[in-house]
């Protein structure tokens, strides 16, 4: 079926390390990808996003790497910070007849002070 | 400049009653999506609307509908409730129409179903 997982459901970290989070996706139709950061009673909220024709994108202390190889997604965040603490979600859009997006189930990420 | 306002933050309903739920875009924004948020299945897209039109959907059932106004805002309707469909309904917007582009979230209606 479709479905986008990720490998690890919790990550701790200290504040200060690096972050890396994964996602791995089934579509190779899917052409655009993009992670949301949702803390606790709010809205998923963007982070950074990235096209299939791009392997590696920055921005302010976060990364995202595309391996369409295998088909695997990664969010690296750097000197991560307590604020950092929340759900992280990976999503593919998937183009088919409609276009649709489907998540991840979401990893859960705290920061160690 | 204000975010997704979706009204309300929570609801209470029972089984067989139907909801309609608010969603006001950021202004300017033309296009609204909606999801559906469980912890038992995550969360799952279920239709975009642009230019008062529903341009892309998931795979839920016609109980789920929607529209969109001139002005942008849409709605989000719900028929014969169901357990299952207790969870929080998130609203989104972008710019234009089209899910390849980062999509601006509400906070979300909770619904409860008893």
């Known amino acids: 079926g479709e479905s986008v997982g990720l490998h690890l459901p919790t990550l701790s970290v200290q504040e200060g390390d690096n972050s890396i989070i994964n996602c791995a996706y089934s579509?190779?139709?899917?052409?655009?990808f993009i992670w949301y950061k949702q803390e606790s009673g709010k809205g998923p909220q963007f982070i950074i996003d990235i096209r299939s024709n791009m392997d590696k994108r920055q921005g302010q202390r976060v990364t995202v790497l595309l391996n369409k190889t295998v088909k695997h997604l990664s969010l690296q965040i750097a000197a991560t910070q307590p604020g950092d603490s929340a759900v992280y979600f990976c999503a593919e859009n998937l183009k088919t007849s409609y276009d649709k997006v489907i998540f991840g189930p979401g990893t859960s990420l705290s920061v160690i002070p | 400049k204000a975010g997704v306002t979706q009204t309300p933050r929570y609801l209470i309903k029972t089984r067989g009653q139907q909801v309609t739920l608010s969603c006001s875009p950021i202004?300017?924004?033309?296009?609204v999506s909606w999801y559906q948020q469980t912890p038992g299945q995550g969360l799952q897209f279920l239709f975009e609307?642009?230019?008062?039109?529903?341009?892309n959907k998931g795979n839920f059932p016609g109980r789920f509908s929607g529209r969109q106004f001139s002005n942008s805002r849409s709605e989000m309707n719900v028929s014969t409730l169901e357990l299952g469909d207790s969870a929080l309904y998130l609203c989104?917007?972008?710019?234009?129409?089209?899910?390849?582009?980062?999509?601006?979230f509400g906070d979300g209606t909770r619904l409860s179903i008893l």
């Open positions: 989104a917007s972008s710019l234009v129409g089209g899910l390849n582009q980062p999509q601006h």
């Open positions: 202004s300017g924004h033309r296009s």
């Open positions: 579509n190779s139709a899917s052409d655009y």
């Open positions: 609307y642009f230019s008062e039109t529903q341009r």
